[in-house]
């Protein structure tokens, strides 16, 4: 301790103040045992310090805890969120630099350097002023032969000794990520999936049964862990509602659903716990944005809260959009207001048949009849509800009958539905064509938009409506009168899925 005390160069002046205060009795008592425990807790300290860092020379490959960055294994099993609990003392390979040098240092050898959340990377060392302890990365970093040529050649331009020391460094709570505290809380070898979707300060996410006694600890460490969200919901059970939204039970901190989120450029503002939002479908948004240019018309027959119809609507085309959910309805219009284009979105709150045989209807037919000879808008119908969209096709057939026929203005349907079929692109284009009782040979595409669960795909069949099916007696080609006869049986939209039948296949 004396030899401690000498090379840390202070222990001169405070033996000196401590004897004279301990001699002089003028001075009170309170003030000796001040300067006498402060004499301890110095030493202490340092004497910690040094401990800490210890200069020896390599570190053994082989003694490399593969489990470094796993909190401790009391922690296993724990339903409240203890964060004291997760202390830990870890080994971590240090360089010694002059302070002058660390900043180059540190810019040009980050590749090896420690990546730890809360963790600061260059220390003071305690041997020595002039000093800095630069952290490593004890899985990189096992001695002076694991650097890199171009990273020794940078410590040789640098000065910097390649030989490295090892430091004990305290890990607590802040410093281990999502995934490795959700690990060493939950059942050995069980899923630890701590992945979730984001939508404004809500965090969403899907547990599974073995995860529901850890629900409120898992809620709470995501809320630490993720700047900005300050709310974990978790669904309670699949999207079987007619308005898609889900049953959700609040996790972790504030009960307030109303929540903000940017999507290609546009703001939307919702209840989470009564409409329909999922994040995973930004690109398809935009896919479909795309295809439309300034002047043509949308119809968004399922609309949501506008993820479609805000984006069209701000590329100069005129848009209808149309929800049944009331909730829905009303952040359309809400959004449409905050993204300034209400003057050229119409807004409607109608069963999707309805919006196609009412509003649809009468906006083609007033298309239809227009004899201008600039180029007529190209009309796209959006039909997003893959559980069932599919099954309003039927409401095409001869939807325009007694109308002028016009083969120019015939609709660019986009229509989503989900599939378990092994080929989902022909799946999807027979559903559609045995509905609308026309082939759809050639004038369609399918795309398949994402992988919702194990064997079930989300796709969106696009085609334009066949003039044969808009108009009664339309002239047909021999497969369209094939598929026509095999459908004779009504119109399909009579045979459309009440919600129970619905609910009983999700
Ligand atoms: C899957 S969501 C799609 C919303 C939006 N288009 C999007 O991409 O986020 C389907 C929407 O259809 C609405 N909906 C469900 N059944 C409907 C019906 N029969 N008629 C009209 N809208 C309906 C729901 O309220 C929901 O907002």
């Not at 547990?207 to 300050?230: A, E, M, S, W, Y």
């Not at 007619?242 to 039970?249: A, C, G, K, S």
């Not at 479909?288 to 300034?294: K, N, S, V």
């Not at 100069?316 to 149309?322: H, I, Q, R, S, Y």
Request: charged share 25%; with cysteine.
């Amino acid at each position: 301790m004396r030899n401690l005390w000498r090379s840390l160069g202070c222990s001169g002046f405070l033996k000196t103040y401590y004897r004279t205060i301990t001699s002089n009795s003028q001075i009170p008592f309170t003030w000796i045992s001040l300067a006498q425990s402060l004499h301890k807790t110095l030493a202490f300290y340092l004497y910690n310090q040094r401990n800490r860092f210890s200069t020896m020379p390599e570190i053994d490959k082989n003694k490399i805890d593969p489990e470094l960055y796993s909190p401790p294994s009391q922690v296993r099993g724990m339903t409240k969120l203890d964060r004291t609990a997760f202390k830990k003392i870890v080994t971590i390979p240090v360089l010694n630099v002059r302070k002058e040098m660390v900043n180059k240092l540190v810019r040009s050898l980050k590749k090896a350097l420690l990546q730890r959340p809360g963790i600061k990377r260059v220390i003071d060392d305690p041997k020595d002023e002039g000093n800095k302890l630069v952290m490593l990365d004890p899985y990189k970093i096992v001695s002076d032969d694991s650097f890199e040529e171009s990273e020794r050649l940078l410590l040789k331009q640098l000065n910097v000794n390649p030989q490295i020391s090892s430091y004990s460094l305290e890990l607590t709570y802040e410093n281990f990520k999502t995934e490795e505290i959700l690990r060493a809380v939950l059942p050995e070898g069980q899923d630890v999936t701590s992945g979730f979707s984001r939508i404004g300060h809500i965090a969403h996410l899907n547990l599974r049964d073995h995860q529901l006694p850890f629900k409120q600890l898992i809620g709470q460490v995501i809320i630490d862990k993720n700047q900005g969200i300050t709310s974990v919901v978790n669904k309670i059970n699949t999207i079987d509602n007619i308005y898609r939204n889900f049953q959700m039970e609040v996790l972790s901190g504030e009960e307030n659903m109303i929540t903000k989120v940017r999507e290609n450029n546009y703001i939307y503002e919702f209840d989470f716990s009564k409409v329909y939002w999922n994040p995973r479908l930004s690109t398809e948004h935009n896919r479909i944005t795309e295809l439309l240019r300034p002047g043509d018309v949308l119809f968004d027959v399922f609309a949501g809260v506008g993820p479609f119809a805000i984006p069209v609507a701000k590329k100069d085309c005129t848009v209808f959009a149309n929800d049944l959910n009331p909730e829905s309805h009303k952040w359309l219009l809400h959004n449409c207001k905050l993204n300034k284009v209400d003057q050229k979105v119409k807004i409607f709150n109608l069963d999707g048949k309805d919006f196609l045989q009412g509003p649809v209807r009468e906006e083609l037919m007033k298309l239809v009849k227009q004899t201008s000879k600039e180029r007529k808008p190209h009309v796209h119908i959006v039909m997003n509800l893959p559980a069932m969209a599919i099954e309003f096709l039927g409401i095409f057939r001869c939807l325009l009958d007694g109308q002028i026929k016009n083969s120019e203005l015939l609709p660019t349907v986009h229509c989503y539905s989900f599939s378990k079929a092994d080929d989902p692109v022909k799946d999807v284009q027979q559903r559609a064509e045995a509905l609308l009782g026309a082939s759809l040979k050639g004038c369609s595409s399918v795309h398949l938009v994402r992988n919702v669960a194990p064997n079930k795909e989300m796709a969106c069949i696009t085609f334009q409506v066949p003039a044969s099916v808009l108009y009664e007696n339309w002239p047909m080609n021999e497969e369209e009168q094939f598929l026509k006869a095999e459908n004779l049986e009504g119109p399909p939209f009579k045979r459309l899925r009440t919600s129970k039948t619905l609910f009983e296949e999700s």
